[in-house]
Structures are given as C-alpha cells and as structure tokens.
C-alpha cells in the first residue's frame, strides 16, 4: 500500500507556462514533506519542502502548497524552463526523522520549447 | 554534483550472482541510507547506517546486507540475484541538518 501516491505518471507543459504536479499520502502522521527533482542518470536533488504548520512555501520559481485535510500537496513551477524537464518525487516524513523518509513513484515532466 | 559517490556506474550480472556496489558519502556526513528504485517505483528505503551502525531498516530483502566501515563508505551486498532486483540503487548520505544528498546510482541488470 503506498503512502505516498502520484498518480499523474507523466506531464507535458509548455514553456512559459504553468507545470503543477500533484501528491497525495494517506498517513495522516505525516508532517514534513519534501520534493525532489531527478534527471537521467542522476541521482535526486533536493528542491523544496514545507512543514504542516504552513500551508505555502516558495522558493523562487517553485511553490508547494499543502491541504492537510485532503491529504494532498502540490509543486508549482512557473514559468516551466525546458531544463525543468525531469522526474520529480513526492516524499513525506513524520517530524524530520530523515530515517522514514516515503517517496512517491515520480511524476515525469516534460517541458516543450 | 552532491558530492556523494557511488561505484560501479553500471553493473550486469547473471541470476544467482553476488554483487557488492559502494559509495562514499558527503565529506562529513555520518548517515548513509541505500534505496531501490525499480522500473514505475518510487525511492524505496532499504537500509540505513550512521556512523558505522545500522539506524533503520526498511524493505530490505534478506538476501541484501549492508555495512558502513570506520571511513564511512558503506557497502550493499546483493545475493542470490533474482531477474527483479535489476534496479537502481541510490546511496544518499546527510549531515547535521538532515538534508539528503543522492549519489548518481548504480544500475544493476541480472540477466
């Protein structure tokens, strides 16, 4: 059973355009949540991450945003850059306890020129 | 570069094989986790060592084993190799304020 569910395998946007990639988990002790963005034959890197005392965190061109009641967080990317192209992953954690760390299978984003 | 390395790049096999695959974690970094991640799967947490000790143990199979020596690289050890356990294997290592550097894999094909 996963925790942690993207259920949109792949994305197309185009450039300049908005590219949001959905997450949702069904552990409600879940309170740290983080994506992470990989590119073929690389390993993930760390891209943003929110807390559940808020319910917004931006850096930069990427927002995530985080309905706890609905078990669901999002990654804004705007404008989408063709080097955005890659597979990101949800994950969640319960606290900052890096040992429990669930990711999600990915969700695939292509950004078209 | 995450500065977390990891050797061999690439690595086949045949069924029933052993295989040892390594890395070497961020220069400081006590923490070394190993994940799979198979073809429509997310990361999957296998093992977890700090400082030399098993921390956490997730869905590590028991023909999988892992040690972390005093300089900190660790090693997985995979046995008895099955055609499933093609995969990549990520070695992520963390420090004091927890974030998780990845390695760039070792992609395992048993044939």
């Known amino acids: 059973d996963q925790q942690v569910k993207q259920n949109s395998p792949s994305l197309s946007v185009q450039e300049g355009r908005i590219s949001i990639l959905n997450c949702d988990y069904t552990?409600?002790?879940?309170?740290?949540f983080l994506w992470y963005k990989k590119y073929p034959a690389e390993g993930p890197t760390f891209l943003i991450s929110i807390s559940s005392i808020k319910d917004k965190n931006e850096d930069g061109r990427f927002t995530v945003f985080l309905n706890k009641s609905a078990k669901h967080l999002s990654l804004h990317i705007v404008p989408s850059q063709p080097g955005d192209s890659a597979v990101y992953f949800c994950a969640a954690s319960v606290g900052t306890s890096y040992d429990k760390v669930i990711f999600g299978p990915g969700t695939s984003l292509s950004v078209i020129p | 570069d995450s500065g977390v390395t990891q050797t061999p790049k690439h690595l086949i096999t045949a069924t029933g094989q052993r295989v040892t695959l390594r890395c070497s974690p961020r220069?400081?970094?006590?923490?070394v986790y190993w994940y799979q991640q198979s073809l429509d799967q997310g990361l999957q947490f296998l093992i977890q060592y700090y400082n030399g000790e098993e921390r956490a143990k997730g869905n590590i199979l028991e023909r999988f084993s892992a040690q972390q020596f005093p300089d900190l690289h660790s090693e997985l050890n995979l046995s008895s190799l099955e055609l499933g356990d093609s995969a990549l294997y990520f070695c992520?290592?963390?420090?004091?304020?927890?974030?998780?550097?990845f390695g760039p894999g070792t992609r395992l094909t048993v044939l």
């Open positions: 992520a290592s963390s420090g004091p304020s927890g974030g998780r550097y």
């Open positions: 220069s400081g970094d006590l923490s």
């Open positions: 552990n409600s002790m879940f309170d740290y």
